[in-house]
């Protein structure tokens, strides 16, 4: 079975820039959700869809969006990038509505703006 | 509300010895109490979970004990191995509408 892909690998923008993350969960999950791991902060949730709607947003500006498309794969969009913005951004999926299911991890897209 | 506090944020165990990583919560709404490994280059990974109708959750070597009363649960590693070496996050939820809140993690290094 495969896991949740993720790219690309990494990805250098520069300040003001926008930055498109792609994601694809394991088959069959229907949750999919974006964290960012910066340095020493750990993972911060960012957004949460299911069946292509929003569940949830974190604490993150409105610069921050994405959507889930039919087939359950996910895009997460960076607009007007900052310096801080530069981190790992880690996409999970899991099977079920209730985030107590497990979420399966991709491998994340490092982020790098210059 | 939301914060999760994980200690300590990084731990040298010799190898064979035991591994203890704590966190604390104040949302009492959590009951749902995951532990996950990440290797670098690699996402985490769910290594074992907790809900709070037990106190305690041992799988192989991976421990869980968990205090209500506290709002404290920690993960225990017996017989520590070098491959065991990797960062450790501790996650809640409240299995709503809430997703998971992450701890800032325990790098563990295990040295021979």
């Known amino acids: 079975e495969a896991g949740v892909t993720q790219s690309p690998t990494h990805l250098i923008k520069t300040r003001g820039q926008q930055a498109t993350l792609r994601c694809s969960p394991i088959s069959g999950h229907t949750s999919v959700y974006w964290y960012q791991q910066a340095l020493g902060l750990g993972l911060q949730f960012l957004l949460w869809y299911d069946e292509g709607e929003e569940r949830n947003r974190g604490n993150f500006p409105p610069r921050f969006s994405g959507r889930q498309f039919p087939n359950y794969s996910s895009e997460l969009n960076v607009n007007a990038l900052e310096l801080e913005d530069s981190a790992l951004y880690l996409c999970?999926?899991?099977?079920?509505?209730?985030?107590?299911?497990?979420?399966?991890f991709g491998p994340g897209t490092r982020l790098t703006v210059l | 509300q939301q914060q999760v506090k994980q200690s300590p944020q990084s731990l040298i165990v010799q190898k064979g010895g035991i591994s203890i990583i704590n966190c604390a919560y104040e949302n009492t709404a959590f009951d749902y109490f995951p532990w996950y490994q990440q290797f670098p280059g690699k996402g985490p990974a769910l290594l074992i979970a907790i809900r709070p109708d037990v106190s305690e959750k041992k799988e192989g070597r991976f421990t869980i004990s968990f205090n209500k009363s506290a709002k404290q649960f920690s993960l225990h590693i017996m017989d520590s191995q070098p491959g065991d070496s990797a960062t450790y996050f501790c996650a809640a939820s409240d299995s709503g509408n809430t997703p998971l809140v992450f701890g800032k993690g325990t790098r563990l290094s295990v040295i021979a």
């Open positions: 999970a999926s899991s099977l079920v509505l209730l985030v107590s299911d497990t979420q399966y």
